[in-house]
C-alpha cells in the first residue's frame, strides 16, 4: 500500500477541476494509454493573459489525478511565464510529497502544462531533435536530461522513479546511466561555488567519512585525514591499506579520483607516514 | 467500518479452530520436537499427528511432507534439488504466469548458466501441451508448472503433464500454493514428484509451508542443518504453526464441496452481475477451467489503484494487476503473457473468495463498485459518453 498524505488522498478523493474547458485558448494530452497514465489538461485565459480556468482529464492511479487536480489548483492566476515556473517539485510539495515511485505523475503534470502553453504560444512541444531513450513509455534523451538536473538524480532507478524511463524491459538503462553521467558533468563546475579553506577541509573530511572509507573497510584496510594544505591533501593510510603494495594505486585512482569529483578538481592526495 | 475480505489469494483469517489448537503450543508446551524429555516429546508426536492431517488433505502419505517457512521456500527447495541431483541436466522448464518464487528464481538461475524455458500461455491463460510437450529435452532436469494461477485462477493439466515428465525421465514440480484446499487433490492418483503449498493461503498462519516429496525422490536439501524432517529440512520445526496447518488440513477437507457450490456460486453471482451493471468489463482467463473461489474483471479505461483505494473507502479488500500496484511500472506478467489489452490490463481488479464470505457481502460489492467505476471514468481522458451509450445498446 502506498503512503500517501492526506492532502493526496484528498485530492484523489475530491478532485478539483476535473473536465474539459469550454474553447480552451491551450490544450495538451501526455501519456498514453499502454504507459498506464495519460492527463489531459485545458485552460482559459482572462483579458490579463492571466489563467482563469484549468481542467484536467487523467486516467491513472490515485497519486496521478491528485497530482493533476492539484496542478490546477496552483496554476489558476498565474501568467503563463509564472506558470511555466511551476516544477514537478512545487507540485510535489503542494501536496505534501508523494511517494518516490510515484514523482513521475509529477513529472507529468509538468510536462502536460508546458504542452498546453506551447499548444497556445504555437510553439512546438517538444525540443526537436529529442531522441527516445526508453521504447517501454516512450521517454526521450530530453526528458530524462532534465529529470536529472531539475531533481538533482543519480542513479537509474531514481530516474525510472521520476520519468518511468527503464521501468519495462530494462534494455535502456545503460543509455540512462550515460545520460546521468552526462548531465551531472556538465552540472558540476556551475553547482560548485569557491570554496574557504575551512569549507573544503570539512567536505573533504566529509567525502572521505562518506564514500571513501566505508570502501577501504570493505577490504580491510582504513585513510585518515592528517591536514589540508592548500590544494594537497595529506592522509595516512592505516590497516590492510598500510601494507598493501597497490595502496598508491588506491590513493591515486579511487581516493584523488573522489575527492576530485565530489570537493574540488585541483586536490592532489600524498600520504604521510603515519 | 466492516471489512469486506475479497483477498484470500493474497492471504486469509486464520480460522478459530486453527488459532485454538495452536494457542497451547505457545503457552504451555513449547517443549522442542527433538528433545528426549516428554515435555518435548509430546510435541513430537502431535507434530506427526498434523503430518498425517496434511498428508490426507493430498492424498499422500506422512513421510513425504516436508514442513518449510513458506510457499517460496518450497519451490525454492524444489527446483534447487532438482538441479542438484542432476548436475548434467541444466534446462527447466516453466511457464510465463508463475508466481515470482519460481519465476525470479528460474530468471536468477538463467544468469548462473542454466537454460529456462518459458512457456506462452494462450489469451485465455491456457497452456498448449503440444508444445509443452515438445520443450522437454534430455537436458530437462525439471518442469515447474503452478497448478493455479494466483492472478486468474485458471488451472493447468498439471497431472498429464506430470506423465509426459515422467515418460522422459523428468521430474516435476507443480506451484499448488492456490490450488490446495480448493480443489480436490490425490497424490496417489498422479505422478507429480514436487508439489509446494503455503498455510496462510487455506486458514492457517504465515510462516508455514510444506514440500511434499515423493517417497523414492531423491532428494537435496535446501537448508543444511539439524536432523529435523528427516535430514530434508533443517531448522527447529515451527510447532505451533505446523500443528494450526493440521487443523486447517482437516478444516478445507471438511470445507471442499463449499467451496466448489457455496463460494463458487457467490463468485459467480459477483462477477456475473458486476459485468451486466457495469459496461466495457470483461472476466481475464478461461471461465470453465479456473479455480471456484477466484475471479479477475477488467474495466475499461480506468485504472486498478484508483478502484482499490476508492474500494478501500468501503472496507472492501481485493487487488489489481494494474503498473501501479505491481511496483514495477508495467502491468502484471499474468496478464501481459495472456496479451490482455492495455486498456484493460491496467484495469483490472482480481476477487478471491473464502469460506467465510457472505451473500449480503457480495451484494455491497456489486451495489458499491459500479459508481466507483462510473466516477473514474468521467475522469478518464479515454472514456467517451458515446461509447458508453455504444456499450450499453
Partial sequence: MWEYTDKVKDHFLNPRNVGDVENPDGVAEVGSMACGDALKLTFKLDENKRITEARFKTFGCASAIATSSALTEMIKGMTLDEALKVTNQDIAAFLGGLPQEKMHCSVMGKEALEAAIANYRGTPAKEPGAQIICECFGVTDRDIERAVRENNLTTVEEVTNYTKAGGGCGNCHDAIGQIIERVRAEARPIARPKLSNIQKMKLIEETIEREIRPSLKHDGGDIELIDVVGNRVLVATRGACAVCKASDLTLKHFVEVKLRDLVSPDLVVEEVAP | MKTIYLDNNATTQVAVEVMEAMLPYFRDFYGNPSSMHSFGGQVGRKLWEAREQMAALIGATPDEIVFTSCGTESDNAAILSALAINPDRRHIVTSRVEHPAVRALCAHLAVQGCRVTELPVDKEGLLDLDQYEKSLTPDTAIVSLMWANNES????????????AHDRGILFHTDAVQAVGKIPISMQANAIDMLSLSGHKLHAPKGIGVLYVRRGTKFSPFLIGGHQEKGRRGGTENSPAIIGLGKACVLAAQHME?????????????????LTRIPKSRVNGNVANRLPNTTNISFEFVEGEGILLLMDEHGICASSGSACTSGSLQPSHVLRAMGVPFTMAHGSIRFSLSIYNTEAEIDFVIDKLPPIIERLRSMS???????EACARA
Avoid: C, H, I, S
Wanted: charged share 35%.
Fill in chain 2, 153 to 164: 485462477g485458471v488451472l493447468f493439466p498439471v497431472e498429464k503433464a506430470a506423465e509426459l
Fill in chain 2, 258 to 274: 463449499r467451496e466448489n457450490t457455496t463460494v463458487k456460486q457467490l463468485r459467480d453471482k459477483l462477477e456475473r452481475e458486476l
Fill in chain 2, 381 to 387: 481522458p479515454y472514456w467517451l459518453p458515446g461509447e
